[in-house]
């Protein structure tokens, strides 16, 4: 009976089969947390707004998942962004440059790795630029530079908050000193929105690191981070070999962070929305000033007492 069902079951399937098509099955059906290595099913995800529903792990989500949480629904539209010169030092590596950007377009359907739409978030007028890790690593380049300056100048023409949700691995080393120069052209972007009076938050999502950090995503007005976010300018093994000792546990994550007074709160997801609008509401509503109150009339002066000639009054 083994040699039957072992043997000659699978030969006569086979045969059976071969010519049959294989139905197809979609490959990212399961998607494998990369905290607990569990695995979700795909629709599960989505409706956890990509958290893992095990252990909490905040995933790297993209632009446009950002637009539909954050900003009220309908309320949005994408800004036009500004076009840049493409590869202007001709550089090429491994592969060229423009090549490099090919890949990254047609992988993310975006430009470059900075996205920005103006909406309201709990009614109130936002801007909101948001950065996408899957486009070279969320690299700051001109374009990048040139997209986060043309959000400031929206959120100060119409008199909006300006947020910004930041997920990069610094400048772009295919621009050199093309893409330093944006660190000093989005911190002047910042000091504008600040001068204007109009609220700069940041929301710091996994990772962010080096120029973004060095640059506009630690100048905000309030600094929420998502859970678990790494957050530094050097990574954690190069801090380690220049100071030669050995870091703290959770080191540069959002938490640590929290603790020695580099970010004011760490958010949960599922909660960032609810803040963003009651933080909107406490810095962009005017304050209600009391009622003038009207002056007390002056009590009527007393009439003078004539004195008699004994001194008494009269």
Not at 270 to 275: S, W
């Amino acid at each position: 009976m083994n040699w039957l069902t072992s043997y000659v079951r699978p030969k006569i399937r086979a045969l059976v089969e071969r010519g049959t098509p294989k139905p197809e099955v979609p490959e990212n059906l399961w998607h494998q947390c990369p905290s607990c290595e569990r695995m979700i099913f795909h629709r599960d995800l989505e409706a956890n707004q990509r958290v893992c529903p095990h252990c909490s792990h905040h995933m790297r989500v993209g632009p446009e998942f950002r637009f539909k949480t954050l900003l009220d629904e309908g309320s949005w539209q994408r800004l036009e962004l500004p076009k840049v010169s493409v590869d202007p030092l001709r550089f090429r590596d491994s592969k060229r440059y423009t090549d490099r950007l090919k890949e990254a377009q047609a992988k993310t359907k975006a430009q470059d790795a900075l996205e920005a739409a103006q909406g309201t978030i709990g009614g109130l007028p936002v801007v909101l630029a948001v950065m996408n890790f899957e486009f070279m690593g969320g690299s700051m380049g001109s374009a990048v530079g040139e997209a986060f300056v043309a959000a400031s100048e929206r959120a100060l023409a119409s008199r909006a908050a300006f947020v910004v949700v930041t997920a990069s691995g610094g400048a772009r080393m295919q621009e050199g000193t093309l893409s330093l120069v944006q660190m000093a052209r989005t911190t002047i972007a910042v000091e504008r929105v600040k001068e204007a009076g109009l609220p700069y938050i940041v929301v710091l999502t996994d990772p962010t690191t080096g120029g973004v950090t060095a640059s506009f995503a630690m100048l905000g007005d309030i600094h929420i981070a998502e859970p678990g976010a790494v957050i530094g300018f050097a990574g954690a093994r190069v801090i380690e070999q220049t100071i030669r000792e050995k870091l703290p546990p959770g080191f540069q994550k959002a938490e640590y962070l929290l603790a020695h007074g580099m970010v004011d709160m760490v958010v949960h997801r599922f909660a960032l929305r609810a803040t963003l609008a009651r933080l909107l509401d406490l810095l962009l509503r005017p304050v209600p000033l009391p009622a003038p109150v009207e002056p007390a009339e002056p009590a009527p002066a007393a009439e003078p007492v004539e004195a008699t000639a004994d001194g008494e009054p009269g």
